[in-house]
């Protein structure tokens, strides 16, 4: 096969693939939404489809359908350029995706949120949608202080503060999108957002504010020490993590 993204390819062989016993299909879902002055607004697609290419590459028997690329983003709206769906509005896309793919013959369905606003709407779908599609196995890994852990956790290996690392558009994010597609930071751009502490006290006034109660830049973090060398590591363990996530729950 020559790839298992399966929009770049055709369907004879999607239907072969899934005569073959690729009958898992991975979604990453990600935003269209300001992350400061220097990174794109695909930030969470590029790093949502990038995962779930290489998870599903890991997971073996797995095809990546096309990532959604827009999510929930209301709490950025203040900013130019994000485009925010309802909640209700992207359980529907996640519905209408499973209900074509379980058409072709797919038995099992694995949902990948890689920002933050979607990972409750996320986990509805997933409770909905499965009694909805009893024959079908439907799962995800929808813990958030879990993804952000994870990642803070090796930020922490190369001495990056989970205050600098970030929630968004910081270290972490930064490096992403520079071993990904590194033309598209702003360097120049670089500054420190909101470093102070990020509980839930915090992300109250976020959700219920918008982003400029906390940071005027749109930053949660600081990219300054951004790598796109830490972005590679960034992504390869971030993979293997949810890898084994999603293998428990394959049991
Ligand atoms: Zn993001």
């Not at 995706?97 to 990972?119: A, D, M, Q, W």
């Not at 996320?122 to 879990?146: C, F, M, S, W």
């Not at 803070?152 to 929630?167: D, H, L, M, S, V």
Request: with cysteine; aromatic share 6%.
């Amino acid at each position: 096969m020559k790839t298992i993204r399966m929009e770049d390819m055709n369907w004879p062989d999607i239907k072969e693939a899934i005569a073959k016993g690729f009958t898992t299909v991975v979604i990453g879902i990600g935003s269209n939404e300001q992350h400061g002055p220097h990174l794109p607004e695909k930030t969470d697609s590029l790093i949502a489809d990038a995962i779930s290419y290489r998870v599903a590459e890991k997971l073996e028997n797995v095809l990546q359908a096309p990532t959604i690329r827009l999510g929930c983003s209301e709490h950025h709206l203040a900013f130019p350029g994000t485009i925010s769906l309802r909640s209700e509005t992207l359980k529907s896309i996640i519905s209408d995706y499973i209900e074509s793919l379980e058409k072709h013959g797919f038995r099992t369905v694995v949902l990948l949120p890689c920002h933050g606003g979607n990972f409750t709407s996320v986990q509805e779908a997933i409770d909905e949608l499965k009694e909805r599609h009893p024959q079908l196995r439907i799962i995800g890994y929808t813990n958030l202080k879990g993804f952000i852990d994870a990642q803070i956790n090796i930020a922490k290996e190369f001495g990056i503060t989970p205050e600098e690392g970030g929630a968004h558009a910081g270290e972490i994010e930064t490096s992403f999108v520079l071993a990904l597609e590194e033309h598209l930071v702003a360097k120049e751009r670089f500054t420190p957002g909101y470093l102070g502490p990020l509980g839930e006290k915090e992300i109250k006034i976020i959700l219920e504010k918008g982003m400029p109660a906390l940071t005027e830049k749109g930053i949660l973090g600081d990219p300054g020490k951004a790598t796109a060398q830490k972005g590679h590591v960034y992504l390869e363990r971030n993979v293997e993590f949810l890898v084994e996530e999603i293998k428990k729950q394959l049991k």
